[in-house]
T-cell receptor, first 111, second 112 residues
Framework: GQQLNQSPQSMFIQEGEDVSMNCTSSSIFNTWLWYKQDPGEGPVLLIALYKAGELTSNGRLTAQFGITRKDSFLNISASIPSDVGIYFCAYSGAGSYQLTFGKGTKLSVIP | EAQVTQNPRYLITVTGKKLTVTCSQNMNHEYMSWYRQDPGLGLRQIYYSMNVEVTDKGDVPEGYKVSRKEKRNFPLILESPSPNQTSLYFC???????????FGPGTRLTVT
């Protein structure tokens, strides 16, 4: 599968700060997904993006599907301790059932 | 409760001893998949299945087998495990044409 470049690899932030992470690829995709993995658990879908330029919010989370269809970002506003975990971007190609995940961004929130 | 279950949750075994990790979902999902998670490498897909008796290779299928004889079950088989298969394994399922995959709790496998 194609490689996704997800950055940063890890982040340490103070509670209350905003967070931004992104994924880029050299290929064009039809779908961008953002998952969160809490410590000791399986990933859970946060936001799904299906259209170039799409901006979607889920509570304090906002994600955008880049206009070029080669990138996506996830923002978390006013971080809280339960935001700790690993955030993964993922994509699926047109007509494909195969999901490819980025390497993840590990978020630590300092109370 | 809608869920994906995996067994066992933890397993320590020796090189070459065949093992099976079971996965079961109670949501009547058609699509199921296996991933392995390794530090610094994220989640990599091993195999997936679009329906009963329909499976296909993911990105890292070497050393693994799967079967899908029933809709709810998708076991992962390691015929001759090796130490490089020490990893955290996740099973996932979803509806057809949906990207919202529901993940199981994970199986931590150590091969010595």
């Amino acid at each position: 599968g194609q490689q996704l470049n997800q950055s940063p690899q890890s982040m340490f932030i103070q509670e209350g700060e905003d967070v931004s992470m992104n994924c880029t690829s050299s290929s064009i995709f039809n779908t961008w997904l953002w998952y969160k993995q809490d410590p000791g658990e399986g990933p859970v879908l946060l936001i799904a993006l299906y259209k170039a330029g799409e901006l979607t919010s889920n509570g304090r989370l906002t994600a955008q599907f880049g206009i070029t269809r080669k990138d996506s970002f996830l923002n978390i506003s006013a971080s809280i301790p339960s935001d700790v975990g690993i955030y993964f971007c993922a994509y699926s190609g047109a007509g494909s059932y195969q999901l490819t995940f980025g390497k993840g961004t590990k978020l630590s929130v300092i109370p | 409760e809608a869920q994906v279950t995996q067994n066992p949750r933890y397993l320590i075994t020796v090189t070459g001893k065949k093992l099976t990790v079971t996965c079961s979902q109670n949501m009547n999902h058609e699509y199921m998949s296996w991933y392995r998670q390794d530090p610094g490498l994220g989640l990599r897909q091993i195999y997936y299945s679009m329906n009963v008796e329909v499976t296909d290779k993911g990105d890292v299928p070497e050393g693994y087998k799967v079967s899908r004889k029933e809709k709810r079950n998708f076991p992962l088989i390691l015929e001759s495990p090796s130490p490089n298969q020490t990893s955290l394994y996740f099973c996932a399922s979803s509806w057809d044409n949906s990207y919202e995959q529901y993940f199981g709790p994970g199986t931590r496998l150590t091969v010595t």
